[in-house]
């Protein structure tokens, strides 16, 4: 693993990330059935991998399997954060979804080589709940809904992460089955999990009258969702096989405060602009986000030097110069 590929692939699934976010926000005011929206996405996504058949590799049923344990965590992930999406701003999605590394933190306890914990990952965690405790404070009474699937999105984003990581990273226990094969079943079982919860809620019967009214911004905006989502597909399998979890959740932070500006800036609410105290507070969170992100990668470092320390000293050695 080359460092200059380790800058493309998290690089590459920042770019597709900030896309996908803005776009998602256009698009489900364009066509608000979150299930419908969400499995379009993937069926499109499903059709760019058929135009990669050459490097679909899967290795063996059992690792076919396996992989199909993250698609529930995947597919929830998605559908929890255009719900929330539909029901609040924004800045409100990236300041809870800064939490994240707190749960991963807890659940990588349990790996095989879990990150030992620092001061500083400490203290930026500290920030990052009094940055939430900040926004929510100003916070209008209609966002609370979007609060509810903003949580949810934390736990669903979680689970992908560490299931992703489990099965991607070499020194955990991977799975034999290339990036596109990945994608593929991740959005193809995806799209038909989504069919059905779409069907179970009534969206099927509603989209010839929601098509009728969209217009063409709206269609440009859903259109621009499937493309960026194909991107973020394969960018964000590509950044978890090269860093942790926790890392993947906290170093991809920088894209943060571009979506605060631009909503702030660009993409407001003009009725309910966002207070003070709420953009105080998503910046604090993300930046602490980001210090969390820099402290944990200090402590993996110090980890993996004392870890090169002998566990005994020459002592014929250390006899002789006495």
């Known amino acids: 693993m080359s460092y200059s590929e380790t800058v493309v692939g998290v690089g590459s699934w920042i770019a597709c990330s900030i896309g996908m976010m803005v776009f998602n926000k256009l698009a489900i005011t364009a066509m608000p059935l979150e299930c419908v929206l969400v499995a379009t996405q993937m069926a499109f996504c499903v059709i760019a991998m058929l135009f990669c058949w050459q490097s679909l590799h899967v290795g063996s049923m059992r690792d076919l399997l396996r ?36 749960l991963s933190l807890a659940i990588e306890r349990f790996y095989p080589e879990p990150l030992r914990i620092s001061l500083g990952m400490v203290a930026s965690m500290a920030a990052m709940v009094l940055g939430t405790a900040f926004y929510v404070s100003e916070m ?55 069919i059905v919860a779409a069907w179970l809620h009534g969206e099927l019967g509603r989209v010839p009258g929601v098509f009728t009214v969209m217009d063409m911004w709206g269609g440009i905006a859903v259109a621009s969702s499937c493309i960026v989502g194909v991107g973020i597909s394969y960018t964000g399998i590509w950044a978890q096989s090269l860093i942790s979890a926790t890392s993947f959740l906290v170093l991809v932070n920088a894209n943060k405060f571009v979506i605060i500006f631009i909503e702030v800036l660009a993409m407001h609410n003009k009725k309910r602009p966002l207070g003070w105290w709420q953009i105080i507070g998503a910046v604090i969170t993300v930046a602490a986000g980001a210090a969390y992100g820099k402290a944990s990668e200090i402590q993996a470092r110090k980890t993996h030097n004392n870890e090169r320390q002998p566990l005994v000293k020459d002592t014929a050695y250390t006899a002789k110069a006495v």
Not at 79 to 101: D, H, N, W
């Open 67 to 102: 992989w199909c344990l993250v698609v529930p965590a995947y597919s929830g992930m998605l559908l929890t954060s255009i719900l929330a999406l539909k029901y609040a701003p924004m800045t409100l999605v990236v300041t809870f979804r800064a939490l994240s590394p707190l």
């Open 140 to 194: 209008p009474t209609s966002n609370w809904s979007g609060v509810q699937w903003a949580v949810a999105n934390i736990f669903f984003a979680v689970a992908d992460r560490l299931l992703q990581r489990l099965m991607l990273a070499k020194d955990q226990y991977p799975v034999d089955m290339s990036k596109t094969a990945i994608t593929l079943v991740n959005n193809l079982a995806g799209a038909l999990l989504l």
